[in-house]
């Protein structure tokens, strides 16, 4: 037997790469005059400048790079571009792209198509924010921002009553996640505050649902990571608006206070009950060597040698920062009220600092810290950020391990750190949202930046802080989820998997919308 000569095997290798090059190219025209043929194909874009800003998000860590883009002047072309692929004998996957605050690529589509929500947004005919008739509700198209729902919904004196802390966040892109921020412990999440929403799913279905109508559609595109259906409308429930708040910060150099004074806080949670807090939220104070840092801009100038003594001496101080809201009927009784929530408690004293400021000022307030950075040009960086849900019951053991271990041992701490507690019986189980099952657990957020060139370090952290829940059998669950095998999905979901697995089938049988997550493909 002759053996085989070594430019055999390099012709063998040649043939075998351009097959591979052959399949990718008819893949690639396949998709390309499926595309082509659709009535919205002047709305599909391959502009460089389109290409390159759908190929990354917030976080700035993931590229991958999309087949075209979708400007879509209303949700009828989202639904005739998706209906058309899954007709199709060669499907693509597509994403919906809101304000691409995703910080893993969970809103990309690598050889795919990703949709701009926005584009939405510059069409008037469409449903944009309209307050109904009775000033009950405001029905908002998915790509609207939560600034302008507020804005438009302040003309009438109302207001929704969950947001999250940054509101220059899509509706639809919030209610496929929770929406969640420091209102959260009385009022829910925002996918608990949802009347009826429209969803296109992935068989190009155009859908209104609630929860007496199409309810599973409606519980699972809640939460869902956009696994189910692209959300193009939400109608949210309004209450009138406060005017102003009273806004406090106290500080604690002991866990156990800290956490139990935010238990307390949170037990008081009716919603009608008008001497209740309507925030609740905290965050930690590290040994920087100055003030200088997003979350502590709220502390007066002239006390803050005092603070950083204290954090000096500490290592770790622990904030709590509280907001009461109050109108023109409740001015004369908003500060006997507070008095009273604030009885008790076992903050440092003479370290208790209060603001007084406009509603809105208080809601935006993450906007001013934005601008000053992005004046500072430090705006558009990576951001590895991790943010979990942990179980009241071992919160001190991951402040012991992770904030007093992890966290001051590797002193990585460019951005603010959270840990604020919630009520379980203020989520509803029917959604796809997935926490922990205890009746109170912990949001902790480390929502840190880095520059280029070492975001890895920031990384290497995060998963330092898994493993070693991991190890102690803290079962933590992701907020804003990126997970890397179907197996941590399963456990991600726990009881809820199968439930999870089966709606997909229902609405998404091919597996085309939010690649991204790497839920049931790994094409992010």
């Known amino acids: 037997m002759i053996a085989a000569s070594p430019s055999y095997f390099t012709v063998i290798m040649l043939l075998s790469r351009l097959m591979v090059f052959i399949g990718i190219s008819k893949n690639n025209y396949v998709l390309s005059s499926n595309l082509q043929a659709l009535d919205i194909a002047p709305k599909l874009s391959r502009d460089p400048s389109a290409i390159a800003s759908a190929s990354q998000d917030y976080g700035l860590i993931v590229k991958s790079v999309p087949r075209t883009v979708l400007f879509p002047s209303s949700p009828q072309d989202i639904a005739s ?6 007709d199709s004998s060669a499907p693509f996957t597509i994403a919906a792209r809101g304000n691409s605050h995703s910080i893993r690529g969970q ?6 198509v990703v949709v701009d929500m926005t584009w939405l947004n510059k069409n008037s005919n469409q449903t944009g924010i309209r307050v109904s008739d009775d000033e009950k509700y405001v029905d908002v198209g998915g790509e609207q921002l939560w600034i302008d729902v507020l804005n438009v919904t302040l003309r009438s004196g109302l207001s929704p009553v969950s ?10 892109g919030t209610l496929s996640n929770a929406g969640i921020s ?51 409308r939400a109608r949210i429930p309004l209450e009138p608006a406060p005017k102003r708040v009273k806004w406090i910060r106290m500080l604690y150099s002991d866990f156990s206070a800290f956490s139990r004074d935010q238990e307390h806080l949170i037990s008081k949670n009716e919603r009608a009950d008008q001497t209740a807090l309507n925030y609740v939220e905290g965050s930690l104070l590290l ?39 109050y109108d023109d009927q409740t001015t004369a009784t908003v500060d006997k009220d507070l008095h009273q929530l604030l009885k008790g408690l076992s903050y440092l004293p003479g370290f208790l600092f209060e603001k007084d400021v406009g509603y809105v000022e208080f809601l935006n307030r993450v906007r001013s810290e934005e601008l000053k950075l992005r ?26 391990g992770v904030f007093k271990g992890i966290v001051l041992q590797r002193k990585i701490t460019t951005g603010p750190l959270l840990l604020y507690p919630m009520n379980r019986n203020k989520w509803d189980d029917r959604t796809s949202a997935s926490i922990p099952e205890e009746e109170i657990f912990y949001t902790v957020g480390f929502l840190l930046a880095s520059g280029f060139d070492n975001w890895q370090a920031v990384d290497d952290q995060n998963k330092s802080v898994l493993e070693y829940c991991e190890k102690a059998g803290i079962e933590v669950k992701q907020y804003l989820p990126h997970y890397t095998t179907k197996e941590d999905w399963i456990s991600h979901f726990g009881s809820k998997w199968n439930t999870f697995q089966q709606r997909k089938q229902q609405f998404d049988p091919k597996f085309l919308l939010s690649p991204g997550q790497s839920i049931f493909n790994n094409n992010s």
């Open 163 to 172: 947001w999250t802390d940054y509101l220059y966040l899509t509706v639809g």
């Open 375 to 400: 004046s500072k040009g430090i705006w558009d960086v990576p951001h590895p950020w991790l943010n979990l849900f942990i179980p009241k019951s071992r919160m001190s053991d991951f402040n012991d």
């Open 287 to 325: 040994n920087q060597g100055s003030l200088d840092n997003f979350r502590s801009t709220f502390f007066p100038a002239q006390e803050q040698p005092k603070i950083i003594s204290l954090i000096t001496k500490y290592g770790i101080v622990y904030s709590l920062e509280i907001v009461k809201y």
């Open 81 to 86: 571009l998706i209906k058309s692929n899954y």
């Open 182 to 232: 420091g209102q959260t412990f009385r009022y829910g999440p925002q996918i608990s505050n949802v009347y009826e929403m429209d969803v296109i799913t992935g068989k190009g279905d155009f859908v209104t649902c609630s929860p007496n109508n199409y309810s599973d559609l409606f519980y699972a595109a809640l939460g869902g990571l956009g696994q189910f259906g692209i959300i193009t």
């Open 107 to 112: 809103a990309m589509a690598k050889n795919g």
